[in-house]
């Protein structure tokens, strides 16, 4: 086992002491390989003092969330707009969306969370993927002009609302893909796209959340 994987293990145990992490070829998107958390983990009535650990450290980045696995598919399928692009993928968790960027040619992919387990399980990931990735804990740490920036599933919180004014200052492009919202309030972002995708492993998704909704902000895409 790697360090960013022994590490990655040890923190998602901190949080949920019986999980473990499994790697596993991404469903519909199996050239990619992911260290999730393990699929056949007991989701029942967990311990108090579990449940206290997974709220205050959700370990979001243990899932591979329905919108990055729908936004990696996308990418995968998008070449000719992502080829030699500069990317960050904002809230980046496991890292599927900037280590899908990377596969489909893009010339630089900073991953950016403000957690830090996820950005060492996104490098575990990326070592999986054999891809070479950046890294930033924050939105404030990109620096230069970025040619696309992504985000998937990272609007399910009203408070990250103000990053899409933020990321807007940064790049070209943006692209958000989002089960958890149905429209974003900013005229600038039209939908684009639309497909079904399940967070994997999915422990008791609901189905309300299979809806991926693509939004743009920018140029680019038109021309495509
Ligand atoms: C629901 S997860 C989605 C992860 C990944 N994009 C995917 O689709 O699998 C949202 C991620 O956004 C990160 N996040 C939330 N707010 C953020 C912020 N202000 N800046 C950077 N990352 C953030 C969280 O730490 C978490 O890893």
Redesign the pocket.
């Known amino acids: 086992m790697t360090t960013y994987l022994q590490h990655s293990l040890t923190a998602l145990q901190r949080t949920l002491p019986d999980a473990e992490l499994e790697i596993t070829p991404l469903p519909t998107v199996e050239q990619i390989q992911l260290a999730l958390i393990n699929s056949d983990f007991q989701t029942g009535p967990l311990p108090a003092d579990v449940m206290y650990r997974v709220i205050a450290h ?1 370990a ?2 243990a ?7 729908a ?1 990696a598919r996308w990418l995968l399928s998008s070449t000719a707009f992502v080829a030699n692009k500069r990317i960050a ?9 900037a280590i899908a960027a990377k596969l489909a040619g893009a010339s630089e992919v900073v991953a ?4 830090p387990d ?1 950005l060492m399980v996104a490098r575990a990931n990326a070592d999986l993927n054999q891809v070479q990735l950046s890294y930033a ?3 404030a740490e990109l620096s230069g002009t970025f040619d696309l920036i ?5 609007l ?2 009203k408070s ?1 609302y103000p ?1 899409l004014e933020t990321v807007k200052s940064l790049a070209n492009d943006i692209v958000v ?1 989002d089960s958890r919202i149905q429209s974003i309030d900013d005229p600038s972002f039209k939908a684009f796209h639309q497909c079904e995708a399940l ?1 994997y492993p999915n422990l008791g998704e609901f189905d309300e959340f299979k809806d991926v909704r693509f939004f743009h902000a920018g140029s680019s895409l038109a021309s495509q």
């Open positions: 959700p979001y980045w899932f591979c969330w329905g919108s990055g696995l936004l993928d904002v809230g980046s968790g496991c890292g599927v969306g950016c969370d403000n957690d996820a804990g924050d939105v992504l985000m998937a599933d990272v399910y919180d990250n990053l893909a967070t």
